[in-house]
């Protein structure tokens, strides 16, 4: 089993920063696939990015391309989302995510451990 805790969530402005990070326990965290989902109120839950255990293969929805960068630090078992020009409509819980496998995913029903949230609210 493995436990993913999600932290860093928070309030802000249209144009700001927020950096997410997502810790793991487990000796094998390199073996998993990480990824952040995010599901905004009467929406689905939907894929955002996603990042390989060691290769460094990166895969991001493209309406966060240029703005959002996912990375991990595997001697930490740490992902993280870095979200940079925040939009209104990125508003909505986000979830981190993993699967054992090398192979990056965007289906949520690809991963088998799941964070239990933190909110990102950006106000106009």
């Known amino acids: 089993q493995v436990q993913l805790v999600e932290s860093g969530g928070g309030l802000v402005q249209a144009g700001g920063s927020l950096r997410l990070s997502c810790a793991a326990s487990g000796r094998t965290f390199s073996s998993y696939t990480m990824a952040w989902f995010r599901q905004a109120p009467g929406k689905e839950r939907e894929f955002v990015a996603g990042?390989?255990?060691?290769?460094?293969?990166?895969y991001y929805v493209d309406s966060v391309k240029g703005r959002f960068t996912i990375s991990r630090d595997n001697a930490k078992n740490t992902v993280y989302l870095q979200m940079n020009s925040l939009k209104p409509e990125d508003t909505a819980v986000y979830y981190c995510?993993?699967?054992?496998?090398?192979?990056?995913?965007?289906?949520?029903?690809?991963?088998?451990?799941w964070g239990q949230g933190t909110q990102v609210t950006v106000s106009s």
């Open positions: 995510a993993g699967r054992l496998g090398v192979a990056v995913k965007t289906q949520q029903a690809e991963f088998d451990y």
């Open positions: 990042i390989r255990g060691t290769a460094g293969i990166t």
